[in-house]
């Protein structure tokens, strides 16, 4: 299955829990996207030793299955570069992730 992930918040447990069932799906060979929509682009100001996004973030990555694009323009109202763990991309790539998938699940 191709699923698509939308993240549009920077809650610390939502988005723990979006990156588990991230990594959960993959370990099924699913191929997995997650795309950090508004306050999404945030996603890892809210890791915590109870929510622990970073280390689920790590563990999605090492898959090639995996993959993480940021809304540019959400990025630049909030003055963030882009890195590996939050790469900016555009509303046509949202798109794109969309029309492709087979399951499309927000947060």
Do not use: H
Request: hydrophobic residues 40%; glycine residues 8%; charged residues 20%.
């Amino acid at each position: 299955m191709k699923l698509s992930i939308i993240l549009s918040t920077n809650n610390g447990e939502t988005n723990w829990n979006a990156f588990r069932l991230a990594n959960l799906a993959l370990s099924k060979a699913d191929t997995v996207s997650v795309f950090l929509l508004g306050e999404g682009v945030e996603y890892q100001q809210a890791s915590s030793p109870r929510f622990n996004i970073k280390e689920q973030v790590e563990m999605f990555l090492q898959s090639d299955k995996a993959r993480i694009i940021a809304c540019g323009t959400c990025m630049a109202i909030r003055k963030q570069g882009g890195s590996q763990e939050c790469p900016e991309g555009g509303i046509e790539d949202l798109y794109n992730l969309v029309a492709d998938s087979d399951k499309v699940l927000t947060f």
